[in-house]
T-cell receptor, first 114, second 111 residues
Framework: EPEVTQTPSHQVTQMGQEVILRCVPI?????FYWYRQILGQKVEFLVS????????KSEIFDDQFSVERPDGSNFTLKIRSTKLEDSAMYFC????????????FGPGTRLTVT | GENVEQHPSTLSVQEGDSAVIKCTYS??????FPWYKQELGKRPQLIID?????GEKKDQRIAVTLNKTAKHFSLHITETQPEDSAVYFC??????????FGDGTTLTVKP
């Protein structure tokens, strides 16, 4: 069964550094998402992306964040200047709304900002 | 924006009993309501979902009900087993895929 994959599984970075989290969505999916989950808390929506542009974004997704689909397979989340409070698990998801809204989550990237 | 409230925050049941988790939402534009099970350190896994044009859906021991007028939906797990122990999240999603999650319910099933 096809799965969403994410790399790296764990990223440690220093405050102020830029990080890029990578995702490979399921190949025939058209919608892509990023979520974050601070340890012990709920899953929070960051952004949805369709047809090479952002469809919706949350208040969390400020100017420090950006998303890109640089080629036909990857979907990336960039955090320009990381803060301590960016430490969280970041999940990528994809869906193909033709027939289903179901979002398939990747295994996540644990980001630790020191 | 959307606000999703989920109750209870923790639920402990005896193996074989039923478990019920309830959520309310605020945005009428939400039209898709998934439930996720998340084990420690793992990704959220969809266990059942319901769209706004349906009142009830069942899949073996799991069922979901939706009251669109009252803006609430519930997860029912019957004949609970220890492996059902996990954190369960409800979510309300719009057409564009923006999903607002509840705070989660930690379900413990005691053998």
């Amino acid at each position: 069964e096809p799965e969403v994959t994410q790399t790296p599984s764990h990223q440690v970075t220093q405050m102020g550094q830029e990080v890029i989290l990578r995702c490979v969505p399921i190949s025939n999916h058209l919608y892509f998402y990023w979520y974050r989950q601070i340890l012990g808390q709920k899953v929070e929506f960051l952004v949805s992306f369709y047809n090479n542009e952002i469809s919706e974004k949350s208040e969390i997704f400020d100017d420090q964040f950006s998303v890109e689909r640089p080629d036909g397979s990857n979907f990336t989340l960039k955090i320009r200047s990381t803060k301590l409070e960016d430490s969280a698990m970041y999940f990528c998801a994809s869906s193909n709304p033709r027939g289903s809204y179901e979002q398939y989550f990747g295994p996540g990237t644990r980001l630790t900002v020191t | 924006g959307e606000n999703v409230e989920q109750h209870p925050s923790t639920l402990s049941v005896q193996e074989g009993d039923s478990a019920v988790i309830k959520c309310t939402y605020s945005d009428s534009a939400s039209n898709y309501f998934p439930w996720y099970k998340q084990e420690l350190g793992k990704r959220p896994q969809l266990i059942i979902d319901i769209r706004s044009n349906v009142g009830e859906k069942k899949d073996q021991r799991i069922a979901v009900t939706l009251n669109k007028t009252a803006k609430h939906f519930s997860l029912h797990i019957t004949e609970t087993q220890p492996e059902d122990s996990a954190v369960y999240f409800c979510a309300a999603s719009t057409q564009a895929g923006k999903s607002t999650f509840g705070d989660g319910t930690t379900l413990t099933v005691k053998p």
